[in-house]
């Protein structure tokens, strides 16, 4: 445990709150200052441009981040020709397919030689990474980076009829609530409005808690893990007296599974918004009240590629590699963020947005499942339609051929639920892998209070890989 986190841990509630807000007054600082408002006015003036308007500013950006990383950022100086950048024009690209991919693997490496100058310098803000599928790392953003991404943020809020000015409740996975002690899982944010929900305390026995404390602040919106949000929904829909009005809810950082959201929106009456985004601050995907899923292009250039490195047709699923617009502290070009996608084939969203459409996002890799009969097979909602008496469920396959099923119960679940789970699994992973279930209490959450509903073991040759390409 770091020092200020031992400190923090043997302070009283009350105490533990004022620190919350302490740290809550520092980030909103750093959030709301002058380059968050002179984004924000650009996203609002640009947010119904035509698409040839919004392409010229997206190569503009482009041109300004791939020169910027070739001159100052060690590891592009030899890899971008800087030919390259003027080469590119709003509607043509090509050039761009010319520059390698840059994989997880060299950032982790050495995440140095992707800063400016090669060190980290002054008013750069670090942030650790959870290291839930790697060693953590430190990465930096400029001051002004950040404050630039909370204009996307707050966008994405406006348009779901809330902003930063509404009390908010958001599930975090930060340890806000240190050890078992307390019997409070959440902690108050005054600088910001925000009760702070500690998601890794999130059970059977303490949801009716955590709903009551939700009652009690009558917060405008919710936010966070969508596991998280579904768990109390699910609760909440079964005790209809402590159900709660809303106006919207925010998910991100998880897949957002369909039977989640609707959950959600019948537990709570309020729509719910997802949002894709990596803490490498490389891309914001929010989606509009007509549930499409648009890539902001001035945050980021978005490429759905084939194994060979080639563009995804539109409804090809793909890896996800991305160019960051945002962050000069630390450019990334082309990264392979480890996530998998494909373009929607519609041409115009009905929202008015002429803005690139995700159609859906598959998850990471490790979020895939393999059998003999069916090869690998990713979002595995599905398998839970129509079981009823589920508070939550996870998948863990550790063998090709059998599946472990994780599955915390309700009073309710009986027989029926469990032999329609099981036809469901054999329906979507084939007849002859084998299935093991196993009641829990609850279903432990991963590093920084995150739920994985799947979770492969395989050895590698069994993972989805795609062509991993190196840059040396
Ligand atoms: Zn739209």
């Not at 010229?56 to 041109?63: C, N, V």
């Not at 949801?207 to 893990?225: E, K, N, T, V």
């Not at 969508?226 to 950082?253: F, G, N, V």
């Not at 929010?286 to 945050?299: D, G, N």
Request: a positive charge.
């Amino acid at each position: 445990m770091k020092p200020l986190e031992s400190i923090y841990s043997r302070l009283p509630v009350w105490l533990q709150d004022a620190a919350v807000t302490a740290q809550g007054a520092i980030y909103a600082r750093q959030r709301f200052g002058d380059a968050f408002r002179e984004e924000h006015a650009l996203l609002k003036s640009t947010e119904m441009a035509p698409p040839l308007q919004l392409e010229l500013l997206q190569t503009a950006r482009l041109k300004r981040m791939l020169s910027h990383a070739a001159a100052n950022v060690p590891f592009y100086r030899s890899v971008i020709n800087p030919k390259i950048p003027s080469k590119l024009r709003a509607g043509d690209w090509s050039a761009l397919l010319d520059l390698p991919i840059t994989e997880k693997l060299n950032l982790r490496r050495d995440p140095f030689q992707f800063c400016v100058g090669g060190a980290r310098q002054k008013g750069w803000i670090p942030w650790n990474t959870s290291g839930t599928t790697g060693t953590p790392i430190t990465l930096f953003y400029e001051a002004s980076a950040v404050s630039r991404q909370y204009a996307y943020v707050e966008r994405y809020r406006e348009q779901a009829g809330v902003s930063r000015f509404d009390r908010r409740a958001q599930f975090t996975g930060k340890m806000i609530v240190p050890g078992d002690r307390s019997s409070r899982y959440w902690r108050y944010d005054f600088a910001n409005r925000a009760l702070m929900l500690s998601s890794v305390h999130l059970n059977s026995d303490t949801i009716p808690r955590y709903l009551d404390a939700l009652r009690r602040f009558q917060p405008r919106y919710l936010s966070g893990y969508p596991s998280a949000i579904a768990l109390l929904a699910r609760h909440a829909l079964r005790s209809p007296e402590q159900s709660l009005r809303i106006k919207a809810i925010l998910t991100s950082a998880e897949t957002l599974l369909d039977e989640q959201r609707d959950a959600m929106e019948a537990a709570f009456g309020a729509k719910v918004y997802d949002q894709y985004g990596q803490t490498e601050m490389q891309s914001f995907w929010f989606e509009c009240r007509y549930r499409r899923m648009h890539a902001h292009p001035l945050f980021g250039v978005t490429e759905i590629l084939r194994p060979n490195g080639q563009p995804c047709r539109a409804g090809e699923a793909g890896d996800v590699v991305l160019t960051g617009l945002i962050n000069r502290a630390m450019p990334l070009v082309r990264y392979r963020v480890g996530d998998r996608a494909a373009w929607t084939d519609e041409d115009r969203c009905p929202c008015g947005r002429s803005m690139p459409m995700i159609q859906q996002i598959d998850g990471r890799k490790e979020d895939y499942l393999y059998s003999a009969e069916r090869g690998w097979v990713g979002r595995m909602d599905p398998a839970l339609k129509g079981v009823q008496g589920l508070l939550e469920c996870q998948f863990i396959q550790e063998q090709p051929d059998r599946l472990r099923v994780l599955f915390v119960p309700l009073p309710s679940f009986g027989r029926d639920d469990k032999e329609r789970l099981e036809a469901n699994l054999h329906e979507r992973l084939g007849s002859s892998i084998a299935l093991d279930f196993e009641a829990m209490e609850t279903i432990p959450r991963g590093a920084n209070g995150k739920f994985r509903a799947v979770v492969s073991k395989l050895p590698a040759h069994l993972q989805l890989v795609t062509g991993l390409r190196e840059v040396a």
